[in-house]
């Protein structure tokens, strides 16, 4: 058995592992999800979120035994967290998510990108403290293999992404090289593009680099598929 914490990405919340929860334990695992700062039912103003404060919402959920799970944004949490406190945690798993290079935020890992899906359907808040997608483009961008049903749960629970954390470089050094890890790329992403998901893990271990044939959202595309997958990959950390 194991421990599983799930961090989800930019604009969701805890609410996102919905389908993935039950299904990580009805392989016999145990499973949470917490909402970042400012998501869900957290109460953080948008405006005073900080890349510090992801990374110690995720050390205070984390135990020794734990697997770190971060989908999207949330691989940039996660990796703060493990380089802060590799002790507090078994290994990371990064979903479809941003790989850290040491120095960079993750509007630069952004940029460097083969391509930019997602520009379009940004919406900036006149304050510029935090950005929200279109509504329009969403299902497309995000859900566009998903059941309706997960679709219509989804979009009306989306909050706006506080944009400081995401402008905010991290260091990275040995600490958090040394951490098991293991990358889930997406090949139907529409959002962050399958090439520089590949890319961003290119030096990686093989064996620990695997895929899905989903979108964006595997957790509620192929929840079962992403759990057994997740199962397969936690026999190897």
């Known amino acids: 058995m194991a421990d599983f914490l799930l961090i989800h990405g930019s604009c969701h919340g805890a609410w996102c592992w919905r389908d993935v929860i039950p299904a990580l334990e009805a392989l016999g695992h145990n499973a949470r999800a917490i909402d970042m700062p400012s998501h869900g039912d957290d109460p953080t103003p948008v405006g005073e979120v900080t890349l510090a404060g992801c990374r110690d919402a995720i050390l205070a959920a984390s135990r020794p035994e734990t697997i770190v799970l971060g989908h999207s944004w949330g691989g940039y949490p996660i990796s703060a967290a493990g380089e802060a406190a590799p002790e507090k945690m078994r290994a990371l798993i990064y ?57 219509a749960y989804a979009m009306p629970r989306l909050c706006p992404q506080a ?30 593009p399958p090439e520089y998901q590949a890319e961003m893990v290119q030096d990686w271990p093989r064996e620990r680099v695997f895929s899905l044939p989903t979108s964006h959202s595997p957790f509620f595309s192929d929840p079962k598929g992403l759990a057994a997958l997740v199962d397969r990959i936690a026999a190897t950390l």
């Open 163 to 192: 944009t400081a954390p995401q402008n905010t470089p991290l260091t990275l050094s040995e600490k958090w090289e040394g951490l098991p890890k293991a990358y889930i790329r997406c090949a139907g992403d529409r959002a962050i």
């Open 95 to 151: 979903l479809c998510a941003y790989v850290p290079v040491s120095g960079l935020s993750m509007i630069d890992m952004r940029k460097r990108g083969p391509r930019q899906p997602l520009l379009p359907a940004v919406r900036r808040a006149e304050d510029g403290l935090s950005y929200t997608f279109d509504p329009e483009q969403v299902p497309e961008l995000f859900y566009h293999d998903c059941p309706q049903e997960a679709v």
